[in-house]
Each structure stands twice: as C-alpha cells, then as structure tokens.
C-alpha cells in the first residue's frame, strides 16, 4: 500500500499561483513514478502533470508552460507549482502513484484524497 496526502489547495484569482504538495509514504518500492490529476464538476479525471525515474516530466498540452511538477525524494514528496491560473483550471486536484517505463505513465489504484482548486476574481 502506499498512502498520499495533499495540500495546497486554496482560492485564488485569474492569474495568481498556487503550489500543491503531496507527501508519500508506506510500500514505496511499488511505484516508480507519481503524478497529477485533476476532476473538474461534470468531466472526467485527466491527467495534469507526471514524474519519473531520473526525474523525466510529463505535461498535458493544457498546462504545459504554466504548472511545473518536482519533487523532493528526501522528503517523500512532488510538488506542483501553478502560475498563470485560469478559471478552467479550477478543479479537485489528486495525487497518484504509479509506474513509467518511458513510453507512458501508468496509474496504479494510490489516490490522495484531493484538494480542491478554484480559481475566480
């Protein structure tokens, strides 16, 4: 099992920034790589951002060039740094665990528990 807990999420306006941090813990040597995603009311999960072996990043074209995604292996922890928000941004934001071999990430059944982004003047 590995357990995910997010932070972060707040109330912020068009074009403000936000950082969202999710702390890992628990069996570790099952997962090689974690992510970003994000549900929005009325639409499906998608994916937002991921990270991997040697620290190779993903981007949703959506978000590419605003978000950028870290992570701290001492601390456990990924970060998700968020400039320039738009109102479409705002969402319940979840933390994953999952696999990349290079070619794609691969989610695995770990979730957060979300944190909600909004995004509104």
């Known amino acids: 099992q590995v357990q995910l807990v997010e932070s972060g999420g707040d109330l912020v306006q068009p074009g403000g920034s936000l950082r969202l941090s999710c702390a890992a813990s628990g069996s570790l040597f099952r997962i090689n790589a974690m992510g970003w995603f994000r549900q929005a009311p009325g639409k499906e999960r998608e994916l937002v951002a991921t990270i991997g072996v040697g620290g190779s990043t993903r981007y949703s074209d959506s978000v590419k060039g605003r978000f950028t995604i870290s992570r701290d292996n001492l601390k456990n922890t990924i970060y998700l740094q968020m400039n320039n928000l738009k109102p479409e941004d705002t969402a319940v934001y979840y933390c994953?665990?999952?696999?990349?071999?290079?070619?794609?990430?691969?989610?695995?059944?770990?979730w957060g528990q979300g944190t909600q982004v909004t995004v509104s003047a």
């Open positions: 994953n665990a999952g696999l990349d071999y290079g070619d794609r990430y691969r989610p695995r059944d770990w």
